[in-house]
């Protein structure tokens, strides 16, 4: 009896063991020894809708693709072998001509477009290399419960696009440099221990958070750098009149103005939008975070108000780190 009940015990824990590993296993390298030498054509091999995740390993080497995870692939896990050898690039930007003699927009700008929910990156580089042509989206994150650590984004301008209201978006250990607005859109994000590089005396966030959600950008324990010269950069400015940018324990370059947040003045179509905003800090640090001169209507978050802010009640439940 007590054998039997042993393999049955063994049993469980073998098929337990075996639900949290992936269901299948794609290796991409540029000089053929992997699956396949496309990243692209690694993701359209996995099974739409699969049963559980799937693990694409990709080997370093730089990837000239502009990439699109659709919605019907779920639950993808894309790990580079390392982040800075690793290296997915295009260079396309609103305003160039594409394939049809179309002009493309911001929003069909990206390297890298990710649709499909539950999908997790780690170890490896994600670049738009156009600068100061137009809009130049590196990453485009469409998906809910979207993960991604210890990873670079490199753009200009509108770097990162963290679209659509029903998206929850968590980026740990993350470094990120761009122009003008380059955080910007409607989800709902957390950006936990990542450097933010201003390339330019411009924006660093321009949220476009919907009326009817708590959070939008929410950034704990970060660092805002800036490249040599760069002295004239504010927090964020609202895309859309109920944009949400919360800062929290972070550290802040000379380069942030003392003012921190912008109006965003002359939108005819969304006036006043600093009415109905919401940008708030907490134990902002460094020299750009001397928050005596914010403008008025921003706010100075207290202890009680972190109560608010944990990773489960922002993302409503859903915690990426379990």
């Not at 998906?143 to 210890?150: A, S, T």
């Not at 659509?164 to 859109?185: A, L, V, W």
């Not at 108000?305 to 439940?317: Q, R, S, V």
Request: some cysteine; charged content about 25%.
């Amino acid at each position: 009896m007590k054998k039997i009940l042993l393999i049955l015990f063994i049993s469980i824990a073998n098929f337990l063991m075996a639900g949290n590993d992936p269901y299948i296993k794609i290796t991409v390298a540029k000089d053929g020894s992997g699956d396949f030498t496309s990243i692209q054509k690694a993701i359209n091999s996995v099974r739409d809708l699969g049963p559980a995740e799937a693990l694409i390993f990709i080997k370093s080497g730089t990837y000239n693709e502009k990439i699109t995870i659709p919605s019907s692939k779920h639950k993808i896990t894309v790990e580079g072998e390392n982040k800075d050898n690793t290296i997915i690039t295009n260079n396309d930007f609103s305003g160039k001509s594409d394939a049809f003699n179309e002009k493309m927009t911001t929003f069909n700008s990206y390297t890298l477009l990710v649709m499909g929910d539950d999908i997790k990156i780690s170890n490896l580089t994600v670049q738009n290399s156009s600068c100061n042509k137009g809009q130049a989206v590196s990453l485009h994150v469409e998906g809910d419960r979207f993960v991604i650590k210890n990873s670079k984004i490199l753009g200009c301008q509108d770097t990162v696009y963290s679209a659509t209201n029903h998206s929850r978006q968590y980026f740990e250990n993350c470094y990120i440099e761009g122009t003008t607005d380059f955080i910007f859109g409607q989800a709902t994000v957390i950006f936990k221990n990542c450097t933010i590089k201003s390339l330019a005396d411009s924006y660093i966030t321009a949220a476009a958070t919907e009326a009817n959600k708590r959070y939008g950008f929410v950034f704990f324990d970060c660092q805002l750098i800036a490249k040599e010269g760069i002295t004239k950069v504010y927090l964020g400015r609202p895309w859309r009149p109920y944009s949400k940018t919360v800062f929290i324990n972070t550290e802040m370059g000379k380069h942030i103005l003392p003012e921190g947040w912008n109006p965003w003045k002359g939108d005819k179509m969304f006036p006043d939008k600093e009415k109905t905003a919401y940008y708030a800090e907490f134990r902002s640090k460094g020299e750009g975070g001397n928050v005596s001169k914010r403008v008025k209507w921003s706010h100075q978050l207290t202890k009680k108000d972190l109560k608010k802010y944990t990773i489960e009640k922002i993302f409503d439940g859903w915690n990426p780190n379990t």
